[in-house]
């Protein structure tokens, strides 16, 4: 360092985010879409969770008594397996969500 010029003042990382309105904001932003990440990927988990059991349901019952039950009811089946698989589909969407980061 040159003689007569006096050395910036050191300040740690935590003390600058506090003291700068924009860093505590990005940081508060980005605590929020932590946040969401984690409800939509529990709530996802536990969507799913309800959903197989009825996929699973509607496929054995579907499976064990074909032949057995009439055509519409077997029509009916086949109809909330298909809507069941349309349903994961949007629920595995959601992990893939974007969210907006900092500045958009």
Known sequence: MKPGK????????QELRRSCPLLREADRRQRVIQRQRAFLSLEAHELRAHLHGLMGYAG?????SRGCLPAQQEENLNKILRC????????DRLDEFPFQEEGD
């Not at 006096?6 to 990382?13: L, S, T």
């Not at 054995?60 to 064990?64: A, E, G, I, P, Y």
């Not at 069941?84 to 629920?91: H, P, Q, T, V, Y």
């Open 6 to 13: 006096k050395e910036p003042p050191q300040c740690c990382p």
């Open 60 to 64: 054995l019952v579907l499976r064990k």
């Open 84 to 91: 069941a698989e349309e349903l994961r589909g949007a629920i």
